[in-house]
C-alpha cells in the first residue's frame, strides 16, 4: 500500500469512498448523506484544494485502487487540522486509518505545522476514540451543517497545553483558545469563551490584529471591522455556500 497525495484523476474515487466511509460512521440519512459528498466533494472543490497551497489531500492507495484518504488544513499560526479521515469500510482494520494519520502528520510538520488537530463529528464513535488512543485531548466543540441540519463535532488536539488565554472586553474577562480556530483570510480567528473551562461560547479573537470579533451573519461569515480579515470555511457545508 502507498500513501501519496491526491492527483485529480482520483477524484471519483475520493468521492466513492467518502461516501461510503460516511453511510458506516456516522447516523446520517441517505438525503444528509448525498448533500455532503455534494457539497464537500464535489469534483471543482476537489480541485480547489487540490491547487491550493494550505490544504492536503493523501490517499491510500493499494494496487492502484484508492481504499482511504485524509483531507486536512494548514493554518496561519502553525497548526495543521485533519478535517476528514476516511477509509473505505470494506478496508477497515488494516492499519490504512493510521497510515493516513502518520502521513498526514508528517506532511503537515513538512509544512510547518507545530500543533496537530483533528476533528470528527460527535457521534463517530470510533472516529472520536481513534484520536484519544493517540493521546489527543479534546479541546472543544464546533457545528457543522449539514443538509440543513446542525451536527456537533469534536475538536482534538496533540498540544501539551490548550492555551486559553484572559483577555478583557468592556470589563468582562473572557478567555482565547490558541488550539480552537478558524481560518481566516489574512490570519486564523481563534474561538474565545465565556470561562476559562470553555463551557460557553463568547465569539472569536482576530489573531491578524489582535481584536474581538463577535459578529458573524447568518451565513456563518466572520469580518473583523478593525483589519478586514475575513473567516473562510475549514469545511465546505452550507453554511458557507
Known amino acids: 500500500m502507498e500513501i ?29 448523506i448525498t448533500s455532503a459528498i455534494e457539497e464537500w466533494y464535489d469534483e471543482e ?8 497551497e494550505d490544504r492536503v489531500i493523501l490517499v491510500a492507495d493499494q494496487d492502484g485502487q484508492v481504499v482511504g484518504l485524509s483531507e486536512s488544513v494548514l493554518s496561519g ?19 490504512i486509518g493510521s497510515a493516513l494519520f502518520d502521513e498526514t502528520h508528517r506532511a503537515l510538520h513538512d509544512r510547518g505545522a507545530e500543533t ?5 463529528l460527535a457521534d463517530n464513535v470510533e472516529g ?35 492555551g486559553r488565554e484572559p483577555v478583557a472586553d468592556d470589563g468582562q474577562t473572557v478567555y482565547v ?21 470553555g463551557s460557553d461560547r463568547y465569539g472569536y479573537y482576530c489573531s491578524n490584529c ?4 463577535n459578529a458573524m451573519d447568518s451565513m456563518g461569515r ?11 470555511p475549514m469545511r465546505w457545508d452550507a453554511a458557507y455556500l
Request: charged residues 30%; glycine residues 10%; proline residues 4%.
Open 77 to 95: 499560526d502553525s497548526i495543521g487540522t485533519i478535517l476528514w479521515l476516511h477509509v473505505d469500510p470494506a478496508y477497515r482494520g488494516e492499519g
Open 4 to 32: 501519496r497525495e491526491a492527483k485529480p484523476s482520483d477524484r471519483p474515487a475520493i468521492r466513492d469512498v467518502a461516501r461510503r466511509s460516511l453511510e458506516a460512521s456516522y447516523s446520517l440519512g441517505p438525503k444528509a
Open 210 to 213: 489582535e481584536t474581538l470579533a
Open 128 to 162: 472520536n476514540s481513534f484520536y484519544e488512543d493517540r493521546g489527543f485531548e479534546r479541546a472543544g466543540t464546533g457545528e457543522v451543517d449539514i443538509a440543513g441540519r446542525t451536527y456537533v463535532e469534536n475538536l482534538y488536539t496533540d498540544a501539551a497545553e490548550l
Open 177 to 197: 483558545d490558541h488550539n480552537n480556530h478558524e481560518s481566516g483570510s489574512m490570519a486564523p480567528f481563534h474561538v474565545v469563551h465565556v470561562t476559562e473551562d
Open 116 to 120: 496537530l488537530q483533528g476533528r470528527v
Open 222 to 232: 466572520i469580518e473583523c471591522d478593525n483589519c478586514g480579515n475575513v473567516r473562510k
Open 45 to 52: 472543490r476537489i480541485t480547489e484544494v487540490l491547487d491550493g
